[in-house]
């Protein structure tokens, strides 16, 4: 049985409480490192099990966390100097770990990616994004806050293909989404690229093995098609 | 018998529609400095000046061919005069203040007297006829009373009138006007001044001096001299002149020191007003603009993203003075003001424009403030905002936000999905960012007429390399996923569509055409 992925969170504030919250209700485990008192006595409060209290600057410390490749680093300190120290201890510590950290200025991404984050979220960025959003296409606006809340009767579902799946070898333009009710918006079709392709691209894509799909539908919808492409 | 004649003609003019629209418009010609085409009316305006200055300079020298005079007397003094009675006519409302009258009286039954309701109405507009502006403008039409050539000197007149047509005229008077104390300190010290040492001159050197015949050659030395020009038609001869001759060449430079100092420092103090003035009257002739009430990290990356899409159809309000040199700095269009303040926003031509204003100060309580301020001013200014929590969220909604961004909730999400759906985060960062080669667009059908009608299965929507992901019936209709493809495309139907730019737009150009890529 494959191992659960693990998300380690660096940080507990009243804001990132909804990112722990969340996490913690998908199939990951989640610990919380936390190195001020304060912040983990909250989190014990809120009921959280898995809480190391350690010095964020002492690599030998975080070194003892065992983080491993497929696990995620999610960086949310309030401190942003702090915020991109950690950065850069956990990319010189464990440098193929997936780092996901938090912005809230240019600079700050800057040196964020500098430091060493694979994902950065630009507390402006996204809004301002959002802002422009609003005002040219609030359509769109009001379609992503539904694919992005978990209240949602339809989401975006991704779904790796794997071996023996009955899509896979088939030429996406081949294959009939609309039985399904699906739409597929892309995907990371590992024989080409490890990025991620739009199926608007204009690039000639097959599903194989190992290749994952991102789909929008109905939840019920998206559940049938993934059994379908799963073999369940 | 003729008063109720009059009173049925104040009547008539008050529910005349025609008869307002014809009014309004001449007021918006004349007085309102928003309307589009006013600045083709003070052209004209100013042309017309400008050739009648330009004939009173030939004429001097030269016979003037007869038809050149039929211009300046006929057409220039008639355009000037209908101009003059327009402003005497618009000044104020005679029929509305009748009517209103009328009904008072009725209302509180006491005798109606059209003498007592018309009388307010023609005091105010025989006050405005002994304003400066209105005396100039009949002065202006004198000249053409050609049996009188002294009249002629009144062309002059005319090119007052280009006050009126002129701003930066207007402002530089404008601008003297706030040191009106201090100008006129200085010029009652220097007719002191000039008195005292033109009386000083005249009494040392009448008899000594053969320049000085009278206190007027005194009087007028001493101006010539206080103001430095000193032409040397008259010169001091004794002691006694001399030492005068000295205080007052003294007295001189200090006084035009002062002045030139009054007169620049009013100027540094009003440059910055003028100039956002200007701004302001620029994005009014818009119509259609945004307001960003603070410049904050939001607004910082929003224009840094969008300001090239925006244009010049935008405008930053900041209280900070050092916000504001910043956001000029960065090349942004702003000014110094208060967006809380009911005087500032009304400044924006609410009535007409399309305003989208986005209170994004860094305080939950002024961006409050803001949204009631401007809501309170018109319903129609679209207002966003950010909100810090939930319960500031919900005030803001209260008090007229139409969006309400929450900067850490739209932040919390994309973290939750980059770590739970990394490659649909991909997905969703380029789509929200409108980068790479997927765009999300909405394309309302009212402007593309040739889609209504046809069923969703006749639009081959793969042949211009685009997914369709679904339709909203109108702004505030619902949306609906994936729809069944026989269903039939309305008018003011919205398709969401994900392709590239090129797609999207080929998609859109397509079907102001034939081809339904069938």
Same mark, same amino acid.
């Given at each position: 049985m494959a191992h659960k992925k693990r998300a380690f969170m660096f940080g507990y504030s009243k804001s990132s409480s909804f990112v722990a919250k969340q996490l913690s209700y998908e199939n990951l485990h989640l610990t919380l490192v936390l190195s001020s008192d304060e912040a983990y006595e909250k989190a014990l409060a809120d009921g959280y099990i898995d809480i190391k209290q350690i010095d964020i600057t002492d690599d030998e410390a975080l070194k003892?966390?065992?983080?491993? #490749?497929e696990d995620f680093l999610v960086c949310v300190l309030e401190d942003k100097h702090y915020n991109v120290f950690l950065t850069l201890s956990l990319h010189s510590l464990f440098p193929k770990t997936v780092i996901i950290a938090l912005s809230d200025s240019l600079y700050t991404t800057q040196k964020l990616k500098m430091a060493?984050?694979?994902? /950065? /979220?630009?507390l402006y960025q996204v809004s301002a994004n959002r802002l422009h959003n609003i005002i040219h296409k609030p359509v769109t606006t009001k379609l992503v806050d539904r694919l992005l809340?978990?209240?949602?009767e339809f989401s975006f579902k991704e779904i790796d293909i794997p071996e023996g799946? *009955? +899509?896979? !070898?088939?030429?996406v333009n081949d294959f009939n989404f609309e039985e399904y009710k699906v739409i597929m918006v !892309?995907? /990371?079709?590992r024989r080409l690229t490890n990025k991620f392709l739009f199926v608007t691209s204009g690039v000639e894509n097959r599903f194989d093995s190992g290749d994952t799909i991102v789909c929008i539908g109905y939840n019920e919808d998206l559940k049938r098609f993934e059994d379908f492409v799963c073999n369940l | 018998m003729i008063k109720k004649f009059i009173l049925r003609f104040a009547f008539f003019l008050h529910t005349s529609k025609r008869y307002k629209r014809f009014k309004a418009i001449v007021e918006n010609f004349l &007085?309102?400095? $928003?309307?589009?085409y006013k600045k083709y009316f003070d052209i004209f305006m100013i042309s017309l000046i400008v050739l009648s200055v330009a004939i009173l300079i030939y004429e001097v020298e030269h016979t003037m061919p007869p038809w050149v005079d039929f211009v300046d007397i006929y057409i220039v003094t008639f355009v000037f005069t209908i101009e003059y009675v327009a402003r005497v006519w618009v000044h104020n409302s005679w029929s509305k203040e009748v009517v209103k009258a009328h009904g008072e009286a009725k209302f509180l039954k006491k005798k109606f007297s059209l003498w007592e309701a018309s009388r307010g109405v023609f005091k105010s507009k025989f006050f405005y006829l002994l304003t400066p502006a209105a005396l100039i403008d009949l002065l202006a039409i004198? *000249?053409?009373?050609? *049996? &009188?050539?002294? &009249?002629? +000197?009144?062309?002059?007149f005319r090119v007052f009138k280009l006050l009126r047509y002129t701003k930066s005229i207007n402002q530089f008077v404008e601008v003297l006007a706030t040191k009106k104390f201090e100008l006129f300190t200085l010029l009652f010290l220097i007719l002191f001044i000039v008195f005292t040492s033109g009386i000083a001159i005249y009494v040392f050197e009448?008899?000594?001096?053969?320049? +000085?015949?009278?206190l007027f050659d005194g009087l007028y030395w001493a101006l010539i001299t206080i103001s430095t020009v000193?032409? !040397? $038609?008259i010169s001091p001869i004794t002691m006694e002149g001399r030492i005068v001759s000295m205080l007052v060449i003294i007295s001189g430079i200090a006084m035009i020191s002062f002045v030139t100092s009054v007169i620049v420092s009013s100027f540094s103090e009003k440059l910055d007003e003028l100039k956002e003035n200007r701004l302001v009257e620029e994005i009014n002739k818009t119509g259609k603009f945004m307001i960003f009430c603070g410049y904050g990290q939001m607004t910082r990356v929003f224009l840094r993203n969008y300001s090239k899409e925006l244009g010049s159809n935008y405008i930053i309000i900041d209280k900070k003075r050092d916000k504001v040199e910043e956001a000029f700095k960065e090349g942004y269009q702003a000014i110094h003001e208060d967006a809380s303040r009911h005087d500032v926003i009304s @400044?924006?031509? +609410? #009535?007409y424009s399309d305003i989208t204003l986005f209170a994004?100060? !860094?305080s939950d309580v002024s961006n409050v403030y803001i949204i009631l301020n401007a809501k309170s001013l018109s319903k129609n200014i679209k207002v966003i905002t950010r909100a810090s929590d939930e319960s500031i969220a919900n005030k803001c909604k209260l008090a007229g936000a139409d969006h309400v961004v929450r900067p850490n909730i739209i932040a919390n999400k994309m973290l939750l999905t980059a770590i739970t759906q990394p490659v649909m985060y991909q997905a969703i960062y380029a789509i929200l960012t409108g980068r790479h080669l997927a765009q999300l667009d909405e394309v309302m059908l009212v402007e593309h007429? @040739?889609?209504?009608?046809?069923?969703? #299965?006749?639009?081959?929507f793969k042949h211009y390399k685009l997914l369709f992901i679904g339709i909203q019936r109108g702004l505030k209709g619902d949306f609906v996923f994936n *729809? $069944? @493809?026989?269903r039939v495309l309305n008018e003011k139907d919205i398709l969401l569509l994900m392709g590239r730019e090129a797609s999207i737009n080929h998609f859109k150009n397509s079907f102001q055409g034939v081809d339904y890529g069938t």
């Open positions: 003892e966390l065992e983080v491993k #490749e060493g984050a694979n994902r /950065i /979220i630009d809340s978990p209240y949602e799946s *009955p +899509i896979d !070898g088939t030429m !892309g995907m /990371i079709d | &007085l309102n400095p $928003d309307y589009k004198l *000249p053409a009373y050609r *049996p &009188l050539r002294v &009249l002629r +000197i009144f062309v002059l009448e008899k000594s001096n053969p320049d +000085i015949n009278s000193g032409y !040397g $038609d @400044k924006f031509n +609410i #009535e994004l100060t !860094g007429q @040739k889609l209504v009608s046809l069923k969703l #299965e006749e639009v081959n *729809p $069944d @493809k026989r």
